[in-house]
């Protein structure tokens, strides 16, 4: 069973997930409500990239993490708990919690290369598919196979 | 009708403790397959083969026996074809359909309520094929691959597949499966890195997944029509990060004067992750007004209201309205002893399913660190308290410090346990009574108001952002 993601607010990342062995995710534009980031940063090697939806390079990017970036690591310890965004990260903290800010430090001071932007078309259309979710129409039909997705009082 | 002696609500927990003939051997065969499942069958070695015989003996005296056998030999020379990953969950579903009959047996030595005849399994129309035949593709691959082997290339491959099957009604059941159970096994990336692998719980949604996807192969259609007083009893909520479900468990009493029955209405949605807890009733309430009616604390007069043989009422608001004030306990008090139980679908059998409605009091409660029991006629009965859902006001202080409760009796981990609806419990030397669906029509309850506010303005911005992107 995964803990279920706790509750946080959407306006500036829209979404965060870890999937396809990265922490990867959308980040609402500051200044122009048409545009967003598409950021990602991979497991192990922390390899990252940041671009628009369309397909311009973030300024930020270049060299080491953009604000994206870090808005991203927020919302996701925020939605999944340090722990498991560290897990999944492989990110080792050494002599402190992971939080936001071990689990960012641990990773920038590791030097991280800068991926290409291959990971951002499929990153978009993973948010794209799930703000699709809002469209699906609820059934009154039974479900028996939610039996086995109880809900549980453990937190992320 | 129940005898007198057996019925009144009184619940003989001694017979939940004693051990059921043949469960822990149709249990060992079953742990053999899922053994098989954690190393994966691209290149089986000695001791999967030993498994796999395993299997096939164990339904050897069955009708699958020789696609069984066959299965399994394949399988074990790493030669498995769909077919006979199918006969293998097949072999595995029937082991745990034979568990789910001899606990629900055991059940109604317990609480005095019949055993429902058995119902067969009709054929239903054929669903759209390719996309069953995408789903089976895939969960062979993950047999393949086994549970210490799966990477993020094979579970992202079940990600297609639901998209296309979740719009459409009828592939539903196996669509909201798959997706829980891939962001499971996308959550445990990489296989091999596991610390511990949830071999029963996975290897039980593969077959049920698998199963679903052969043609019909678990449709329950509605058979009949229900006109008559509904009372609900309280309401049991399902989750996992892109779906959500509330089941409505009822005690039906037709207008013609006939028995009481138990039956259950359901509504279920998919949603997206960042919607949780109490913010997941406002998605689910505009499509069954029997949760409202819950809150409310209410009745309702059902007329013509399409039903499954397994008691599942297919809801319908146009086929209800509310009814008298009924209460959640006294219902179990008076009615629940005298209401029958329907029987389950053959491919739903499955102690998974086990969910009895039951009412106790006059238990004595045992508090240690998390775990809670009931001493029930001085038997031990564990209270799974983190089923509770966290979307109601009832919790696991107001569960201990109750007299009185109504649960769904449940099987899971070798052992009978009582999943609270509500209890009855003293609030400042006040009698009260607590339901866990309180909410579920609404509430003004301060924690209930402001996470449901929390999930509104998620879902307001969600809408926002695909009002502006989903077009391009």
Known sequence: ??????????????????????LQGVVSSGSDIERVYVSSVAAGTYAFACS????????????GFCNHILALVREAVLQYGAERVARYLRVEIVDAEPSEQTIASTMMSARPPQADSAAAASVFSRFLRHLAYLELAPTTLPVPEMQWFPPSRAVA | MVPAEQGGGVMRADLLADPVAGLDEALAAVDA??????AGLLRPQPAQAEDLAALADAVAGSPL?????????KAAAGAAGEDHFVALAAARTALLGSAHDALMARVGEATGRPVAETIAAEPAEAQAVNLLVAARSWLCDLARAGWRGIDHDVVSGAAQVVSAMLPDPALRRLATVLDGFAAELAASCPGASLDRVPARRWADLWSRALLLTLPGAAAVPATE?????????GVDLHEHAT????????????????APRLVRAAVSAPKPDTVVGAGIWQLLRPHLSLLTA?????SMDLVDMPATPEGDLVWSDEHARPGEPADALATARVVLPTATAAPTAPLDRHPARIAVPVFLEGYEVQRDDDTLTFTVAGHPLPVDTDRVPVAGPLTPDAVATSRACLGLLRWDAGSFHVQPLAVETTVR??????HAGAWAGGTTDKAGVKAEKAAADAVAVLRERAGRLLRK
Not at chain 2, 65 to 73: G, H, K, Y
């Open chain 2, 243 to 258: 779906a959500a479900q509330a089941q409505v468990h009822a005690v039906f009493e037709p207008a013609d004067g006939g």
């Open chain 2, 33 to 38: 397959v899922d053994r098989v499942l954690v």
């Open chain 2, 65 to 73: 026996a020789s696609v069984v056998a066959e299965a399994t030999e």
């Open chain 2, 429 to 434: 030397k006040k009698a009260v009574t607590v």
């Open chain 2, 294 to 298: 819950v809150s409310e604390g209410r």
């Open chain 1, 1 to 22: 069973m995964v803990p279920p993601a706790r509750p946080r607010k959407l306006a500036k990342v829209p979404f965060v997930e870890l999937a396809d062995g990265r």
């Open chain 1, 52 to 63: 628009t939806n369309n397909n311009r390079p973030c300024g930020g990017a270049r060299g």
């Open chain 2, 225 to 233: 029509t229900l006109t008559g007083r509904l009372l609900p009893l």
